[in-house]
């Protein structure tokens, strides 16, 4: 997954500059919107505003409330944010602590931003609450966010397979 998602930074960074480049943008170069993002990147083929996958998600893939690489973190719609937000985790940190790749987020209308730091702050350690990197003050932003959880890659089904796997296999896979 970190492949697939260096590769595309990297096609993307072809296609309109550099990542890191200021905010302002040229006519030819791509806007790049969080939904279109993340169902290109996670391979979670979702459509529709962002706070609409949870509940799209949860008939045809797996969803939860601890952070796996490449999982789709969901926003729920609040203030400006009506639309909610989605973004794929690139790194797991901690069990409180990932970093998301993402698109289309505070300052960085339009752009992705890579490795962006996001922290629990909720009270239960389920991912209910967040706060995310913000880069103008080199710390965590103020706004707490509220989020649904995580989608998986795979289907809803997946550890229901992977369980009929690993028992075929008498249990003892990868066991010396």
């Known amino acids: 997954m970190k492949k697939r998602i260096a590769a595309a930074v990297v096609a993307a960074c072809l296609g309109f500059g550099a990542v890191g480049a200021p905010a302002t ?7 790049w ?3 279109t993002f993340a169902r290109m990147f996670s391979g979670i083929n979702i459509f529709g505003d962002a706070w609409t996958w949870w509940s799209q998600a949860s008939s045809k893939f797996r969803t939860g409330h601890a952070p796996e690489t490449g999982a789709v973190l969901v926003f729920r719609p609040e203030g400006r944010m009506s639309r909610g937000h989605v973004a794929v985790i690139s790194n797991v940190l901690t069990d409180r602590v990932v970093q998301v790749t993402h698109a289309n987020w505070g300052g960085s209308r339009g752009r992705v931003e890579e ?3 996001v922290v629990d702050v909720s009270g239960r350690n389920d991912w209910s609450q967040v706060k995310v990197w913000y880069n103008p003050i080199h710390d965590l932003g103020t706004t707490v966010y509220p989020t649904y959880g995580f989608i998986y890659k795979g289907g809803a089904d997946a550890p229901q397979q992977a369980a009929v796997q690993t028992a075929s296999l008498g249990g003892s896979a990868g066991q010396p």
């Open 25 to 31: 943008a040229s006519a030819d170069s791509p806007y």
């Open 33 to 35: 919107q969080c939904v």
């Open 115 to 117: 490795n962006v730091t």
